[in-house]
């Protein structure tokens, strides 16, 4: 019977969001059928438009964000009732092009649907390492430009095979209009079939495996002098190396979990979580040596999880899937010598053929490299320390629009940002700005994120420092440039994704950023006003002989502090081991080459060469996470600090370190340096009427330092903020640079 036509009523909406590339239209083409609606639904360069007519509008419009395809994700919805028309059906029609203004959604692990098929010897994708659908793949690191279509992706030199194209075209299928979608009739081979890169992992061979966002070093976790192959190889000492295993069950044979780093692990965006290591024979020493904490990860590309299928022997079914496996792999981004992640099949012959004994290739070409993002729980919530796949390119939502603003972070683990309106875009970690490798991929980046967000930036932000690379590009770019204090844009990318407007004090805890009166700052307690500071109070000034020579030899800074206290002749005794010490102490004596930092990085390094903790380190941070590693029972020594015309002192503290027993001076250390922080930053708060915190600097990675003083200011009825969208160490001030420049009048 026809209906009644009051009932009947016409709806356009516009959606924004991540509403491209993610089965967003084969999802409304079914809600629609299934409240007999007629109308379309397309991607124009701004999101999604439907026009829907009949009387079950309401309805639709109810269900449309209930349960919206995984990767999805609803920013905005715009409606309007226009006039009815005369029409039959609904149609998913074609792209319209016009101003790009939506967003591509991050690489993606490969989903259950995917899973399946993948071990279901009947399906046609049985194997199949490249297999996708519109619920997971690469998305980012193979898309040249918008709107999301195959032939602005990696794919567009592969022609569907008939299958594969009516899967394609198919509104009721999964890979309706995925556009990476590939088959092994039509789709990209692995240059070696998986049975054999397993062999040759099991033989004790040093793979370079071509990944999601760039090759990956691969070898056997169990296997030490394969391990110890591929640290010489990689000229890597003593860093840590990641280890994939098969799922939570083979985790927790490793590792301690809890419910929130179980949840994080097995998330679908599948970073590498740093967890608490278990005692355990498993694996080879040296994969993370010294350190309590071991970075693991689970499966997230098709060939991952061919490689555990193999070794658990091919077996029937998905159930395998959950049961504890044998296999461990070490999986390390291939950036030799610090430059940035091979991508490339030809670079990786080049740049890894002196380090790999095989190398995995596919013809997927990777269009931008992306590393695995780093992650951990702190406080039950998780965050990050390096920020990269599966988050880029997901949009910060600042609290209100700020002009087009292209950011571009700072020397050391640079990340650029890009804002849209309210919306920030950090791209993934770019690395250290110190080799022209990186410079390459730094420029690439920009340009890359500039044109998928179709964003003309109007103002450009940079460091405060001159020389960085950075800041000089900045100033190459001819838009309005404007410079913008280290730790003053730490505090603002915390402000900005928790939509702080208020005024604040805040923290700023880290070991280098030059100050406005030109001095080196890393530990300072801030006014933070929006586009404005003031520098309320700082740590200490240590002395930091010979300058960056002492970031890396914490025996240095334990010298330069002993000679601070008038014991500068106990120097050439206490450490003696060091051929330099003598000429330390004279270095001292005539204060030649020894700047005064307020930096609790080299605060933390004092302690660590006081405590004999790792003298000479051999990466950044290392003798703190040894340091910390140590800790217990954090504890007090109640007169171990002072507070002074702003300045927190510590020097009895340090001074009760020099003859202390290691691990009873990182209890000391930290459990003092937490309440001290506390206590000063409080007593600021009060004065200047604020009950706001906000805490970032690389610091803040150490966690008994971040929960330490996260729960002693709660303790004390104040708010403190961490960054929970971007690291708190330099990978997260391009954030705040935008933000802060977004705001400034010229
Ligand atoms: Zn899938
Ligand atoms: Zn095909
Ligand atoms: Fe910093």
Redesign the pocket.
């Known amino acids: 019977m026809a209906r009644s036509a009051s009932l009947q009523k016409r709806i356009r909406l516009e959606i924004r969001g991540v509403v491209q590339g993610v089965g967003f239209r084969p999802y409304v083409h079914r809600l629609a059928q299934r409240h007999q609606l007629s109308g379309w639904v397309l991607n124009d360069g701004r999101g999604v438009i439907i026009e829907i007519q009949g009387d079950q509008t309401t309805e639709f419009i109810n269900t449309l964000g209930v349960q919206p395809p995984p990767l999805a994700r609803i920013d905005h919805i715009a409606m309007n009732q226009i006039p009815l028309q005369q029409e039959q059906g609904f149609a998913i029609r074609i792209s319209q092009s016009g101003a790009v203004a939506t967003s591509i959604p991050p690489d993606n692990s490969v989903c259950p649907d995917c899973l399946s098929e993948l071990f279901d010897p009947g399906s046609r994708y049985y194997r199949y390492p490249f297999l996708n659908c519109t619920h997971c793949g690469p998305r980012y690191t193979i898309t040249r430009r918008l709107p999301y279509d195959r032939s602005n992706t990696t794919m567009a030199g592969f022609t569907m095979c008939p299958s594969c194209a009516a899967e394609y075209h198919d509104p009721d299928n999964r890979r309706f209009h995925a556009q990476p979608t590939a088959c092994p009739v039509c789709g990209p081979r692995l240059s070696i079939p998986v049975k054999e890169i397993l062999q040759r992992i099991q033989v004790g061979e040093v793979l370079a495996i071509k990944g999601l966002g760039g090759f990956h070093l691969v070898c056997d976790a169990t296997n030490e002098p394969a391990v110890q192959r591929l640290r010489q190889r990689k000229q890597r000492e003593e860093k840590p190396f990641a280890v994939m295993v098969a799922n939570l069950a083979s985790a927790a044979e490793l590792v301690t979990l809890d419910e929130a780093s179980s949840r994080l692990l097995d998330s679908p965006q599948r970073p590498i979580v740093l967890l608490p290591k278990k005692h355990s024979e498993t694996l080879a020493p040296s994969i993370a040596p010294g350190l309590q904490w071991l970075g693991l990860l689970l499966p997230y590309t098709p060939l991952h999880y061919l490689l555990f299928y193999e070794a658990a022997g091919r077996p029937a079914g998905t159930a395998w899937l959950d049961r504890s496996q044998a296999l461990a792999l070490v999986m390390t981004s291939a950036n030799p010598g610090g430059e940035p992640l091979v991508i490339d099949n030809a670079e990786a012959q080049q740049r890894l053929g002196g380090i790999a004994d095989t190398i995995v290739d596919h013809g997927r070409d990777i269009l931008i490299r992306c590393d695995d993002s780093v992650m951990r729980v702190t406080g039950g919530s998780p965050g990050f320390i390096r920020r990269a796949r599966s988050h880029v390119p997901h949009a910060i939502k600042l609290a209100h629009e700020i002009p087009p603003t292209l950011a571009l972070g700072?020397h050391?683990k640079n990340t650029v940002c890009i804002t849209r309106g309210d919306e920030a875009f950090v791209s993934q970690h770019i690395g250290d700005m110190d080799n022209t490798a990186t410079l390459r991929f730094f420029e690439e980046t920009i340009e890359h994120l500039l044109k998928l967000l179709d964003v003309k930036p109007e103002r450009v932000a940079h460091d405060l420092h001159p020389d960085f690379h950075s800041t000089r590009h900045a100033q190459s770019l001819g838009i309005p440039a404007y410079a913008v204090q280290?730790?003053h844009a730490?505090l603002a990318a915390v402000a900005a994704e928790h939509h702080i407007t208020d005024v604040a004090v805040g923290l700023?805890l880290?070991?280098?950023?030059l100050g406005e009166d030109h001095s080196p700052w890393?530990g300072e307690l801030m006014l933070y006003d929006g586009t404005h500071f003031r520098r309320l109070g700082h740590l200490q000034q240590l002395k930091q002989p010979g300058g960056d020579v002492a970031a890396r030899e914490p025996w240095r800074m334990a010298a330069a502090f002993l000679h601070q206290i008038g014991r500068g002749d106990e120097i050439a005794r206490r450490f003696k081991a060091h051929p330099a010490a003598r000429q330390l102490h004279q270095l001292l004596e005539k204060n030649l080459n020894t700047p005064e930092v307020s930096s609790c990085g080299r605060l933390f390094d004092t302690a660590c060469g006081l405590l004999g903790i790792k003298p000479k380190a051999s990466f950044e941070g290392q003798a703190p996470m040894l340091l910390e590693g140590l800790v217990t029972k954090p504890e007090v020594v109640p007169d171990g600090w002072c507070i002074e015309d702003g300045q927190l002192d510590l020097t009895r503290l340090l001074t009760q370190l020099i003859d202390c027993q290691a691990a009873h001076g990182a209890n000391l250390f930290h459990g003092t340096l937490v309440e001290a922080l506390c206590e000063w930053s409080a007593q600021v708060a009060r004065r200047q009427g604020t009950k706001i915190v906000l805490l970032n600097?690389?610091c803040f990675l150490n966690h008994v330092l971040a929960s330490g003083v996260v729960k002693g200011l709660r303790n004390r009825g104040l708010s403190p903020y961490l960054p929970q969208q971007t690291p708190p160490?330099?990978g997260g001030?391009s954030l705040g640079q935008a933000w802060i420049a977004g705001h400034r009048d010229r």
Do not use: P, S
Not at 510 to 513: L, R, S, V, W
């Open positions: 700072g050391l280290h730790h730490h700023a880290d070991g280098f950023g890393g600097g690389g160490n330099d001030i």
